[in-house]
């Protein structure tokens, strides 16, 4: 069982920046795929970002690409999510999420375990 708890958020003007955390417990991350998505109000939870167990691999949805960036320190057990030149239209409920699959993949039903989600809001 993973236990993951999300910190970083807040609000922020537009083309401002945050760092979104994602720490574990209960089990290293060092084996599990790490995925960043998001969900605005009235909307379905996309996949935003995503990192393999090496961190040799990583895959961004198109709109944060060249933006944001993904990252993990596995002796610290936590999954970074840098986000720059931030737009209105990123604001939503971010979430990290661990998949224990082999291939990084962007499908929100292989992830098994979430975290609560941290709010990120991006005034214009």
């Known amino acids: 069982q993973v236990q993951l708890v999300e910190s970083g958020g807040g609000l922020v003007q537009a083309g401002g920046s945050l760092r979104l955390s994602c720490a574990a417990s209960?089990?290293?991350?060092?084996?599990?795929?790490m995925g960043w998505f998001r969900q605005a109000p009235g909307k379905e939870r996309d996949f935003v970002a995503g990192?393999?167990?090496?961190?040799?691999?990583?895959s961004y949805l198109d709109s944060v690409k060249g933006r944001f960036a993904v990252s993990r320190d596995n002796a610290k057990n936590t999954v970074y999510l840098q986000m720059n030149s931030l737009k209105p239209e990123d604001t939503a409920v971010y979430y990290c999420?661990?998949?224990?699959?082999?291939?990084?993949?962007?499908?929100?039903?292989?992830?098994?375990?979430w975290g609560q989600g941290t709010q990120v809001t991006v005034s214009s």
């Open positions: 999420a661990a998949d224990s699959d082999y291939e990084l993949t962007r499908s929100i039903s292989a992830y098994d375990y």
């Open positions: 990192i393999n167990w090496s961190g040799a691999r990583t």
């Open positions: 209960g089990r290293s991350l060092s084996s599990l795929n």
